[in-house]
């Protein structure tokens, strides 16, 4: 019997926590929202994650018997310590307002783990504008966003990658923000899906990296404001990620 | 100066040819279509491309100082002796729907000459499913089209590349007949453009590879029933294209 | 608990085999051998490899609990029937001399089942020039052969890569033909080794290729008047390609 | 007419500065070297490359037609204006013991040139150390390097590309310092050389990497001890290299 993979999850944790409502706000209002919509969407975040992202993402891998723990900003080290880090094969990793909040020296630690050690590092969503991908990645790493509620259909582009394992050819998120290309990314080792939107938009939405020892996986969904990680075929995806990241540790 | 790069435009010459309407429209009326509309697809093409394909592929390279030639399946060796292919720097491949008339030994000499010597080789639209793209490829390059008249969209994945040179972020071809992915070709050494429609299809449609000595690049858009290759865009594209497999011979 | 992977071993057989010594010998001649070294030569085949190359390469699999058959090209078929492939989750091909005598029905058998069905495929030294391994490649797959007896070192560049598992950073086989670059294949996937003799000839000796649902491996050692598939490192490495390539089935 | 390609050669300038002559021979002998071989190294030093090697690396880029200027680490911002960024196609990078002394904000300007606007950038030798190398790549870069003097044979693995333009199938130069595999660099997006030594050791010695809207050659021979820079063959690279990265921009 061979031990369970063991995952953290990393979640920055605002969106989804009234501490931090505020702040979300003004971000959104100087994004344009009114004060009014403003508070409706955290208000709207809070329903469809009330304990946060991150507890989303590791109960259906809690199910599927890894073993997993979570992580957030705000705790000590943004609860990644060396202790968790040497107790962690592969690490999960949700941020998207709050980026340059995660201490310089904690992201060199969990790069250094995948680059040195082969910890497996799965970004979510934009996650890819982590200071800790952006290393791996040495470019900008930048998209075009497009916040719409649009459906994304992907695609798989290689039906038989480990990361595709149970998926059909193609499978619709009812409601998404778009990531139009081009996406400024080093050409990946593989590309797994490839996403479309109605109004046309194309995304590299599951690409995998070898880095150093470590192996990356970026998968494209995962906005805070729709339920992705409910959906059947998200779950799959990232337990699919989670064992191939796993197997160079 | 530099003498300029010779080019080969190859069409299978079958749809724009009225020897071979009745064969055409036998195998329309093979996949679905009706005597009247295969019929009326026939001619649609010729209007469309009244000299042929090739023609049209032609001259927009001419005129753009290229030193061009055609050949058809229908000339003796199909237009490509020893002495034809001694002149050529980059060879145009459109066919569609007799690959298989195409003999074993020419299909040969012109992998020959791709891997052994160099020359450029770009297929076009379901130049993908022809002898030599497939024996490039190592793969049976089969994908689901569909027939359907939508507007393609490209996107530009890779920016700074050549074959990208004088092209917007993205840009719509009108009418398109779909192919959908997953498209069983070896990742390519690069991918230039992905297509979508709005049906939610995607495609790699723009793709590099490096075979032996020879520079090969499949170019997805181009269907017989629509004027695709009149169109800025796709001149663009194919010119490009051609300076960039031009480079290794 | 998992069903063990079921490895089919392909040699040609002929160099160890009586039945085709004369042949062999006449090749060795036609290579500017003498009749007397040629026939010492046969003879030190068969004493490294008694029961034949296939017979050292499936034994260690066995013991490490593989479910392993052998085939070989004087069977019927050349042992590789449809209910033999059925069974087949990675076939292992050690050819050399008579590589125009496997049946072309055969050799797209077996491509077939790569691209389409996703059995994995490891192709031994100059299983390289063998017609399926080069269908795959779409290239000549030409190299530089040198009979010379040189220890190879070979040096791993993914060393996170599952099938450098439980080797060191390089290792040396004592005896080998070298196989000097350039090394006609397209780029591979991942490239796991690169070796180097005393002579300077350098090659990339362990190569990954996605084909289709189909993983591809190609190792580079294993003259059949060397003794490379009793040594440890080169079982191990035979060992771990046949999980990587199983992984697709 | 075109206009010519506008190079600019760096290097950092101590081993071959009298002024920094105390610093690099403290740092030999923090490496092992007595005093007396540490000063007998800094003279040989500068013997071979009285002016600086770049100097050496600039004379025959003038030579074939290129606009070259230099630049050294001593000087206002290394040389490094965004006035001289601005008229560059193309930055040559050389430096070895003192990557830490670049500003972190020079090599931020130097790095968005290159993903942003298509500088083309060439990593000499243990340019391959240097910050903007290192964060293109998004891995430590790191070697094992072993002080030699031997013979270092590069072949070339891609006998298409225009960087081995000019070039016989393999190359010596006579004597260079060492860097063995592993190197711990991405996979590149193309493999054009690849080096052994006599001892054994190989490394991937000349790397393509698109990065951003940037191309990226690393080349690895160029010891400050060696004369390598005045060898016909390490010249024609270096001025293929550049034309190459200058196609971006």
Partial sequence: MTAPIRVTVWNEFW????????????????????????IEETEGVRKIYPDG???????????????????????????????VLNETDVLIWWGHVVHEKVDDAIAERVYRRIVDE????????????????????????????IVSGAPERLWIIEPAHPIARGLETSFVIPQTEIYGEPFD??????????????SGEVCRSGCCFQRGRGRVFFFRPGHETYPIYYQ??????????????????
Avoid at 19 to 28: I, N
């Fill in 118 to 145: 082969g910890m497996g590092f799965i970004a979510l969503h934009w996650g890819a504008g982590s200071k800790v991908f952006k290393k791996l990645m040495g470019t900008s790493c930048s998209v075009t966003p």
């Fill in 232 to 249: 059947r075929e998200a779950q799959q995806v990232i337990a699919n990620a989670v064992e191939w990241a796993a197997r160079s540790s």
């Fill in 53 to 83: 992202i991150h507890e989303a993402i590791a109960a259906p891998l809690r199910e599927q018997g890894f073993s997993v723990r979570t992580a957030t900003l705000d705790e000590p080290e943004h609860g990644l310590s060396e202790a």
């Fill in 15 to 38: 969106h989804e926590n009234p501490l931090h409502w505020e702040a979300v706000q003004r971000s959104w209002m100087s994004h344009g929202y009114s004060e009014e919509s403003a």
């Fill in 185 to 198: 990314i080093p050409a990946p080792d593989s590309i797994v899906f490839i996403s479309s939107w109605p």
